[in-house]
Each structure stands twice: as structure tokens, then as C-alpha cells.
């Protein structure tokens, strides 16, 4: 069965990171496309980043990028997201999500998410 | 950034109902649509995806059209399980982009 669990949300101060981890299990990660998309609380989705299977592609939204750094260990069967210079407005549930290119980059299997609190 | 406008933003429907979402592109994306269902507290889950195939697992009364600007997600005979909030994205263009989302609630 495909799983993917997020881990690693809490609370944090405005400026600070966190790393949130994505652990893999079901599938042959290492051929899998990955996403994090992000959901504030009452709000829509946002797409914030994807990676490809190999790392050779990567791309972010226009409100992370410098700041949030996607990146995927193989052999580990894990996605991570580390997030600097946190802001109130990251404050979200994120989940982390299979991406295939193959269907024109639909995400099919979902985490069930972690919540990122960015508050002093 | 391609904007994705959802219309209605919600819906009020019976049991049996048909309903129809419809998502309108800032610009034509050909088919690089797909359609979520999310319920409260849950992760969305892929409904459609490039349009109009629907994903494995997902009912039949789910059908999805369109292409270039303007698409629709249509659930025929609405079910009590289908009562929850819809989106739609668009994978055309970095970043990929939402729609607001229509919630479909029981009449």
C-alpha cells in the first residue's frame, strides 16, 4: 500500500526554520516525483515546491523560493522540506504528495499532513 | 501566474442531484487540469486528472470535461459521500495554481 507521512510541523517564531520530513513507504520512492503543497487554516491549497525522482528538476512558488529548500534522500525513502526565515503567513498545513509527470503532473497519493504554526 | 477562478464558490444540492463545477483559466492550458475532493481535516484526494481521466478508484459518477480555458468537473447523482469542497489546478505553467474551491453542501 502507498503511504507517504509527513512530520516535523510545530510551532515556531516568526524568522526562525524548521525541516518538515515526508517518510515513503509502498512504492519505489527513487522513481517518484514528490510535491509539498501547503493549506492555511480556512483557506484553499497552495503548491509550494516539487522534485523529481532524480533531484534534476526542482521547482518553487514565487513565496518560498530563497527562503524553503526541497530535497528527497533515496535511499531513506524521505522528502524534506527545510524552511528558513519563517513568516505568520507560512502558517499552513502541508502535505506531501505524488507527483507524475507521466499525467501531466497530477498528484495522486497524499500525506495526511503537518501543521507549521509560525507565531510569537 | 496563471489565475484558476472556480464558480460557485459553493452549492447547496440533494442527494441524487447533478452537479456541475466549472474552473476557468486565465489563459489556455490545454488539458494541464485536475480535480480534488477534500473533506474537513483531510487530505485532498485526486479525482480527475489531465481534464478527464478519471483516476483509478474513483466512481463513475465523476466525469470531467474541457480544454483550453474553460473546464468542468460533473458528479452525476450526488451522493451523500460527495458532499465536500472542490478544486481544481492547473500544471501548464510554474507555479501551478488552485482554484479557490466550490463547497458542496446538502440542501
Known amino acids: 500500500e502507498v503511504q507517504v507521512v509527513e512530520s516535523g510541523g510545530g510551532l515556531v517564531q516568526p524568522g526562525g526554520s524548521l525541516r518538515l520530513s515526508c517518510a515513503a513507504s509502498g512504492f519505489t520512492f527513487g522513481s517518484f516525483e514528490m510535491s509539498w503543497v501547503r493549506q492555511a487554516p480556512g483557506k484553499g491549497l497552495e503548491w509550494v515546491s516539487y522534485i523529481s525522482g532524480s533531484t534534476s528538476t526542482i521547482y518553487y512558488a514565487d513565496s518560498v523560493r530563497g527562503r524553503f529548500t526541497i530535497s528527497r534522500d533515496n535511499a531513506k525513502n524521505s522528502l524534506y522540506l527545510q524552511m528558513n526565515s519563517l513568516r505568520a503567513e507560512d502558517t499552513a498545513v502541508y502535505y506531501c504528495?505524488?507527483?507524475?509527470?507521466?499525467?501531466?503532473?497530477?498528484?495522486?497519493?497524499w500525506g495526511q499532513g503537518t501543521l507549521v504554526t509560525v507565531s510569537s | 501566474d496563471i489565475q484558476m477562478t472556480q464558480s460557485p464558490s459553493s452549492l447547496s444540492a440533494s442527494v441524487g442531484d447533478r452537479v456541475t463545477i466549472t474552473c476557468r483559466a486565465s489563459q489556455s492550458i490545454s488539458t494541464y487540469v485536475h480535480w480534488y475532493q477534500q473533506k474537513p481535516g483531510k487530505a485532498p484526494r485526486l479525482l480527475i486528472y489531465t481534464a478527464s481521466r478519471l483516476q483509478s478508484g474513483v466512481p463513475s459518477r465523476f466525469s470531467g470535461s474541457g480544454s483550453g480555458t474553460d473546464f468542468t468537473v460533473t458528479i452525476d447523482s450526488l451522493q451523500t459521500e460527495d458532499f465536500a469542497t472542490y478544486f481544481c489546478?492547473?500544471?501548464?505553467?510554474?507555479?501551478?495554481?488552485f482554484g479557490q474551491g466550490t463547497k458542496v453542501e446538502i440542501k
Open positions: 489546478q492547473q500544471t501548464f505553467n510554474i507555479p501551478w495554481t
Open positions: 504528495a505524488t507527483t507524475y509527470s507521466v499525467n501531466n503532473y497530477a498528484s495522486d497519493y
